[in-house]
Each structure stands twice: as structure tokens, then as C-alpha cells.
């Protein structure tokens, strides 16, 4: 092969559309390839050009609608497909000096039948694309962290140990003696109804001087937390953590009683560093020991993306942390302050009330007080509490929210009439500052307290919501507010026409609009989901959008989740300050690629909300 074809050859082995194909098919190549030249200002592909695959070498082209938007902009190695990615309708243009490879169609069709991994990248679709990602993110990990990967089943040990309600305290503790267990599981035939554990037997009996011959059913736990076999062992390390719990029965989909999992168990398996997290912070016996618990959520976030951690999981198991040192804070303020004046329920919301954090963020929360609150009688007390959670929170490495939406700000420490009166002045009155507001308040969550005082007030918000087209316009406004970034040019961040930013910020331009998205149709439906993942499907279930567009929404949402997650723990490995902002030169060329997918997944819907909507401005 002459030099100058090895050279052609070495460039296309170099594509990352071209990667897949073995070294004989990129040998051939070159010789069935022609070489373009075309000068700036001139149409593309070519009128004189046959169908094919185009391959940048250098220079570049610019591809818009009919409007004449610019919606992508290819340079070296970007692949273009003119009877696919080029529909008649749009312009493609040169707008640079460009020096391109075609390879004509036939060839193509026939790389494309002889190669399956090569014909993935052209003829699947943008979701499964962004599912191939999730999988080869998710094989990313140390091979020596299992937890990710064990099933529940696989943990368990021995049969379960069993006994009937009608058996005395006596007779369940003799049983456990004998079976050397330290929770027995209580059936009626063969239905799962309680579970007494040394520590019920401890209290509940010998503390309380109750007789050791009452039935057992007295004293065992109802309303059992309960796991499935076939569940990962990280998930029932966060219904550990959750709960508050030491044992979780474990019980099949027919209901059938299969054993019972122990933190234990758990223990002898590596990566459980979350439970030990909650139970640390759940037992600190003041401020500075919550802080110590809280400065360890970098770590965490690190050794679940080694893990080959998933979003939701990651996500939660985060939250569960976070959730623990808020409730231990309230905790200790109480004991510091005596017991509140009047009923109340801690509400966070932002990504802590979605269920969506990592390790770099801020506060967010709020207090929903019972009506009998009295400013001037119990004002002080709980403006007390909120400082001294807020000062707590910060402590621990989640900042002060910069818009100062916390509970230490008196608009944010209300009775329930009062949030009744700004969830009803922001959806009556959708102005850009009181959709902010409402955008961020529609993703509470109860953390601590009474939580009937917070469904109390969904029961109402909800309903009007739902029925005034105005706000709801308005929020399909605020979900089109900041538009999907393009793709990538010459490693940098293709924002629009005129900007080109050097590093991706996840947030702001991956993750933010599609949590908007879903937002809104949770909204516009009345659904009390709050997971983005989770309103999406139910939006989908719902009649609010199509599976196949959900589907494709939640993949992209997981993918800039899992890429934000991933960037941030090699932040704390290399000891650097967390942040969003991802740098091109980070990602392979096939990691752009499949974010280029994502990017269009998203545009797409915003595209369809702006005229479902008929918000102006829009595309």
C-alpha cells in the first residue's frame, strides 16, 4: 500500500464511528475511498456526489433546519451518513475550507451487513445507542468491588427460622437460642406476619417486665420492610439505611418466605461503606461528629462509581446519607432546644428531594408548620432549629444554598395556610421569579416530622395546578429555557451559532433541562412522583408522552448522571474541589458520540414541547 493510502488508513482507524472494524476490513478501505476538496461557501455534500459515508479530515460543516438554526457542526473525524443524518429539508453548508473522505454506499451497506458492531452505531436507534453507553460505563468498575453486582439471594446463609404467632416469648427465645440466630421470623401457616429480634426481647420484654409466657405476637414487629431475593445487595443496604433497620425478611414475588438478611451479612461483603455511613451520622453525639460523617460523602460517591454504580442506586444511597445527617441534626437541636411548640415536617427539595444527589451540592429545605403556629410565641424556637441544622448541613460539606432557599429564611418557615398561599399566588400568577420559585418547590419531600402536614398540602396544590394551562405553559417555558448544546467541535462544547465553551457543564446543559421535562408533566398529569426517572415513566403511563420518548429521556438522563458522578470521583481521587464541568478531552470519541445522542434526544423533546405548548421562540 502506498504511504499516502497508510496514511488515509491510519486516520479512518482513528474514527471513532470506524473503531470497531478489524484491521483487514480497515486495510481495504483506502483504495475504495475518494478524496474531496471543498472550498468554504460550498453546498455538502456535493451535487455531483454519489450517496455514501463521509469522513471530515479537516475543515468544517454546518448543518441547520429550515429556519436556518444551526443544529450540529462536524469537524475532524465526525462521520456524516447524506442519506440519513441529511434530509432534504435541511441546509448543509462548508464553512470552512474542508478536505473530506467518501466512501460510496454500496461499500458501506456491505461493511455494514459483514460487521454488527460497526452497523450499531448507524442503524440503532438514539436509545439503544445510549443504553450501550450505560453498559460500557457501568463496566468501568474494579472487579474486586462485588457488591453492585451480588443478589440477595447469594448472601443468605441458612433456611429461616421460623415460629407460629401463638408460641410463648419463652418458647421463640428458646428457639433462637438453639438455632443461634438473633431474629426469628413469626408465620401464620405459611404468610410472613412478624419479627422479634434480641433487641424486642430486651426491650419489649425483659425492660418492661412483661411475663415470658404471652404469645410472642405481643411483642414482634409488624409492617415488616421486606426485600427480594433476586434484589442487589446494595439496594437492601439502602432499605437498611432508610429504615433504620438490622434485618430485612426475605420474601419472593408469590409471597413465599425465603430467609432473612442480616447487616451482617452485609458486612462480610466489601462496599457497604452507606449503611455504616447512616448508622455513623444516626449515632454522632454532636455537630462536629455530623460533620465528620458528612466529610466522608466524596469517598462514598468514589467507591460506588469504582463499584460500577447505576444513577438511581448511586443516587439514593447518597440521599440515604444525607437524609441521616439532616434527621440527626433535628435530633440534636431538639435536645438543645426542648420539644417544639407545635407540630412540623423537615422538607428538602432540589436533588436531595428528587433522590438525585452527588456529592457536590448544596442546601435546600423547608418548614411546613402545623396552623396553630404562632409567630410570636414559637417564631423564635423554630427559627433556633433551622439555624442550627442549616449551620450543621454546611459543616458537613453541603453548602449554603446560594438563592438562600432554606429553612432559616422566614418566607421558607411557614404554616400550612401560608404555603398554601404561595403555591396558589405562584400558579395564579406564573410571572418568571414565582415559577422559579414554584420549580423548586414542587420536588419536597418530607425528611423528618409530621409528613401528613406536607401530603396535606399536595392533596391541594396538585389539583390546581393541573388545571391552570397558564402556569403550565409557563413551566413548559422555564423547561426550554436553556437549549441542549450541539455537540463537539475541535474538542470544544458547541453551545450555539456563536459560542463554544471549553468544558461541559452536566448540570446546567444534561441533566437540569430533562428534570424540567419531567417536572412538567408530572405537573400537568397531578403525579406525586418526584425521581426523575420516576416521573417520566409515570408521565409515559399516564398518556403524557410516548414509552418510546420516555425510554429515550430516561437513558439520556442516566447517562449525564453516571458521566457527572464518574467526573466528580476523579475529582476525589486526585484531591480537587468537586464540580459540573467536564472537560472534552476527558471523553473518548465514542463517549461524544453517544453524547451528541443525548443532546439530540433532549433538543428533540424541548422541539416538541415548544409547539405542544405553543411557547413562543421556540423551534
Known sequence: MAAELWEIRDFIAGV?????????????????????????????????ASPGLWLVRSGAIAVRDTEGNLVDKLGESDPFLDDEQAPPAEQVDVIEDSLLYHLPQPVFAQLLEEYPAFAWRFERTRSERLQQALQRLAGQHDASEALMAATVDALLRRAPVTAPPDWSIRQAAERMTEAQVSALLIVEGERLVGLITDRDLRRRCVVSDRSVDEPVQRIMSRDLITVAPEALAFEASLLFSRHNVHHL???????????????????????????????????????????????????????????????????????????????????????????????????????????????????????ILDDRFEPAAHGDWFARLASYVADGLAAAGLDYCPGETMAVTPAWRQPLAGWRGLFRDWIEHPEPHSLMLATNFFDMRPVAGEPTLLETLWDDVRPWAVDNSIFLRGLANNALAVRMPLGFFRRLVVVDDDRHDDRLDLKRYGLMPIVDIARLHAVRRGLADLHTVSRLQAAARAGALSTEAADELVDAWRFFYVLRARHQAGQVRRGEPLDNLLDPDALSGLERDHLRDAFRVVDDHQRWLGRHFDVSGTS
Open 249 to 367: 425478611p426475605v420474601v419472593a414475588t408469590d409471597g413465599a418466605l425465603v430467609g432473612i438478611l442480616s447487616t451482617s451479612d452485609l458486612l462480610r461483603h466489601q462496599g457497604t461503606h452507606a449503611i455504616h455511613l447512616v448508622r455513623d451520622a444516626l449515632a454522632a453525639p454532636d455537630r462536629q461528629a455530623v460533620a465528620r460523617v458528612g466529610a466522608r460523602l466524596p469517598d462514598l460517591q468514589a467507591q460506588l462509581v469504582a463499584m460500577g454504580g447505576e444513577s438511581e442506586p448511586l443516587g439514593e444511597a447518597m440521599v440515604t446519607v444525607t437524609d441521616a445527617l439532616t434527621r440527626r441534626l433535628l435530633e440534636l437541636a431538639q435536645d438543645e432546644l426542648g420539644p417544639a411548640p407545635v407540630p412540623w415536617v423537615w422538607a428538602t427539595l432540589g436533588s436531595q428531594g428528587r433522590c438525585e444527589q452527588t456529592a457536590h451540592t448544596d442546601q435546600d429545605h423547608a418548614l
Open 16 to 48: 471513532p464511528a470506524m473503531e470497531s472494524l478489524p484491521a483487514e476490513a480497515l486495510d481495504g478501505l483506502p483504495t475504495e475511498m475518494t478524496v474531496r476538496y471543498l472550498r468554504r461557501g460550498r453546498p455538502f455534500p456535493p451535487p455531483d
